[in-house]
């Protein structure tokens, strides 16, 4: 889900401080470290309470904002404003430099004389946001998606009670028409020999090995080769290699430069003639004739492993061929299985979707986009530091679509979790159990070990939305595909 970050807030203006540095409350914004906001992620499982009390704190009527923000007033009164104003003063007071006086040693209220009332106000007010923040989210059950704000803070001239006003963004309360007794073709889960085939084969040509051979070389093979490049019958820079394995069809050379190679032989020497594209890296050939003097020591071409029982053990934990085979069936069948419960599910989502009403602030899904992307990226192991970098590379079009489709899974996350608090479906110790232990299966460690690794906010949340799904599954009617029309039949024929 989303990932929040700091909260921020504008404070009064004040006045300049001190030539050594020490900045008073002046108009800028303070940011709150981001383990405030963590904590307050933490709130419903440990319920820390806040430091300040029902006497303490005065809130406002929370008025709805667009996006299902919330704006609330938080007024906290003088004496506990200015306890937070002490100790801001003596954490600092150590830096204040007053004329006459020793630096740190001069009273308070002559500090404040000079450098104006407001001088240990911004520290004071950043002490108190996490608090009132936590306040607010116990006392009213608040779950928030975004980092809050804090608009305006001001310390009243005639009370001394410090006003703030936060806008709060809220998780989307999705308002459900219908989810019950819905309509959906649940297809048959068929795996055919082709599917299988088409594995192993693809698995043989992973496990696929260079063979030296005497016959002309054809596309797919992979040649050794010496060559040296000559543009206006002069050799130039880093045109010349020795040794080098270029695979026929692979498009690693210049267009055209490969293409020459097919149907040598092993000792042949042949001119391969090449003109450099206009945007070639080396501004000094582009659109340059060049002739490549290429001797050929070695044609090798790619041999398939046999398909028989030592392929089985050599890429499997199967001494044969047909358990092997027959392990494929299953997890192919189990696939195919898990697909058709997933397009089923999908469409009763889209069905529920399309009479559901839900705000969702723009940049929460702007956020689950990121994150979505981050999981894929994970998958084909991208290290995370780069992954700010290929978002921020990407193109209007690409960015629009991901966006679509990070609203329509937030949307599906939203709707499932809402149906969840509808039902009272929560997660047990028996799902966590079981959940942990299929981890502890697929990464071959024990339950326990899981645990340390797994985060488990994700976990949970994925756990309960699987739940969710198996219910909103079971509370559908599954139809069948309608026969198909001749003229369907015979595009497919």
Not at 109 to 127: P, R, V
Not at 200 to 216: F, G, K, Q, V
Not at 264 to 289: C, E, I, Q
Request: hydrophobic residues 35%.
């Amino acid at each position: 889900m989303a990932t929040k970050k700091e909260a921020t807030t504008e404070v009064v203006p004040g006045t300049e401080a001190a030539e050594n540095g020490f900045t008073a409350a002046d108009a800028e914004i303070i940011e709150v470290d981001a383990e405030i906001i963590s904590e307050l992620e933490d709130d419903s499982d440990d319920n820390e309470p806040s430091v300040f009390t029902d006497e303490d704190v005065t809130l406002g009527e929370p008025e709805k904002l667009e996006h299902n923000h919330v704006a609330l007033s938080f007024v906290l009164k003088a004496e506990l404003f200015q306890d937070y104003v002490t100790k801001a003063y003596q954490a600092n007071r150590s830096r204040i430099i007053v004329p006459g006086f020793r630096k740190g040693k001069a009273p308070r209220k002559m500090m404040e004389k000079i450098y104006g009332e407001s001088l240990f106000w911004e520290e004071a007010i950043n002490n108190v946001i996490p608090q009132a923040l936590r306040y607010i989210v116990n006392k009213n059950d608040y779950k928030l998606c975004l980092p809050p704000v804090c608009d305006a803070a001001n310390v009243n001239p005639d009370n001394g009670k410090l006003e703030l006003l936060f806008d709060l963004p809220l998780f989307p309360e999705p308002e459900i028409e219908n989810y019950k007794g819905l309509k959906a073709v649940r297809r048959e889960a068929v795996v055919d020999d082709a599917e299988i085939d088409l594995r192993i084969e693809t698995l043989r040509s992973r496990n696929a090995s260079l063979h030296p051979c005497d016959r002309p070389a054809q596309l797919g093979d992979t040649l050794v080769i010496d060559y040296k490049g000559f543009v206006d019958d002069r050799a130039f820079d880093g045109g010349e290699a020795k040794d080098h394995s270029l695979e026929l069809g692979s498009n690693s050379f210049v267009a055209g430069f490969e293409a020459q190679l097919i149907g040598a032989k092993t000792g042949d020497t042949v001119d391969v003639n090449v003109t450099f594209p206009s945007d070639y890296h080396a501004k000094t050939l582009r659109d340059k004739a060049a002739l490549f003097k290429v001797t050929v020591s070695e044609v090798k071409e790619l041999v398939l492993p046999e398909l028989d029982d030592e392929f089985a053990k050599d890429v499997s934990e199967f001494d044969t061929l047909e358990e092997y085979r027959a392990s494929l069936v299953d997890e192919l069948a189990e696939s195919a299985k898990a697909k058709a419960r997933d397009e089923f599910l999908n469409d009763i989502l889209d069905q529920v979707d399309a009479v559901t009403t839900v705000d969702i602030d723009p940049k929460m899904i702007e956020e689950h986009r990121a994150y979505l992307f981050s999981q894929q990226a994970a998958r084909y192991g991208i290290p995370g530091g780069a992954v700010q970098d290929l978002l921020k590379a990407q193109t209007a079009e690409t960015r629009e679509e991901m966006y679509k489709n990070a609203e329509h899974h937030l949307r599906g996350e939203l709707i499932l979790e809402k149906i969840s608090r509808l039902e009272g479906i929560e997660v047990t110790d028996e799902d966590r159990s079981r959940e942990y232990g299929k981890l502890a299966e697929d990464y071959g460690v024990d339950s326990e070990s899981v645990k340390t690794f797994v985060n488990r906010e994700a976990f949970e949340q994925g756990v309960l939305l699987t739940k969710v799904a198996d219910y909103l599954i079971g509370l559908s009617i599954e139809t069948e595909p309608e026969p198909e029309s001749e003229t369907e039949t015979e595009s497919k024929s």
